[in-house]
């Protein structure tokens, strides 16, 4: 059974810092792409930043470059997103995503909420 369970999000103040996790099951974590997604109240769901299976280099959204920082783990099948300077635009609900574009596989998590607030 395919599972993606985020945790670390909550409540932080302007120009703090928060780090999310991600942590899969159910598959060959390797193989696959991870991505961090994030959807504000009235918004389209948004990429965030990605990381390939193995080698190769993050990237990330405009809005984030600089700021937030993905890394994976492939001994813990788990990636996390480091979020600093944080800023209330960055209020959303965080998705973690898993994608193999060769067999077509796309998984996600529940979500997790970052609230940006003073």
């Known amino acids: 059974q395919v599972q993606l369970v985020e945790s670390g999000g909550g409540l932080v103040q302007p120009g703090g810092s928060l780090r999310l996790s991600c942590t899969a099951a159910g598959f060959t974590f390797s193989w696959y792409a991870m991505s961090w997604y994030r959807q504000a109240p009235g918004k389209e769901r948004e990429l965030v930043a990605a990381?390939?299976?193995?080698?190769?280099?993050?990237s990330y959204a405009d809005s984030v470059k600089g700021r937030f920082f993905i890394s994976r783990d492939n001994g813990k099948n788990t990636i996390y997103l480091q979020m600093n300077s944080l800023k209330p635009e960055d209020t959303a609900v965080y998705f973690c995503?898993?994608?193999?574009?060769?067999?077509?596989?796309?998984?996600w998590g529940q979500g997790t909420q970052v609230t940006v607030s003073s």
């Open positions: 995503n898993a994608a193999r574009r060769a067999i077509g596989a796309v998984y």
């Open positions: 990381i390939p299976g193995t080698g190769g280099n993050p």
